[in-house]
Nanobody
Framework: QVQLVESGGGLVQAGGSLGLSCATS????????MGWFRQAPGKEREFVAS????????IYADSVKGRFTIFRDIAKSTLYLQMNSVKPEDTAVYYC?????????????????WGQGTQVTVSS
């Protein structure tokens, strides 16, 4: 089992920045691909970013490309999402996910473990 705990959410003004963290425990963090997803009220959960187990493969949703950065610290077993130039449409609950596949990807079914989520609200 892998336990995932997100932190860092909150209220931010449009154009500002916010950093999310996902602390992991339970299994070897470096063996897992990791991802960030988000879900806005009344909408389906959508892909934000993914990083492979090695860190060599990173993919982003078009909506966040150039603004968000996903990275991981193996020593701290922690995943991060740096969010810059945020927009009101970035408002959602953000979820951290871990997958036993080493490559990761943009589909929820590619991930086996999920955190409880952290709320991000962007004011206009």
């Amino acid at each position: 089992q892998v336990q995932l705990v997100e932190s860092g959410g909150g209220l931010v003004q449009a154009g500002g920045s916010l950093g999310l963290s996902c602390a992991t425990s339970g299994r070897t963090f470096s063996n897992y691909a990791m991802g960030w997803f988000r879900q806005a009220p009344g909408k389906e959960r959508e892909f934000v970013a993914s990083i492979s187990a090695s860190g060599s493969r990173v993919i982003y949703a078009d909506s966040v490309k150039g603004r968000f950065t996903i990275f991981r610290d193996i020593a701290k077993s922690t995943l991060y999402l740096q969010m810059n130039s945020v927009k009101p449409e970035d408002t959602a609950v953000y979820y951290c996910a871990g997958g036993r596949s080493s490559l990761g990807g943009s589909l929820t079914r590619q991930y086996d473990y999920w955190g409880q989520g952290t709320q991000v609200t962007v004011s206009s």
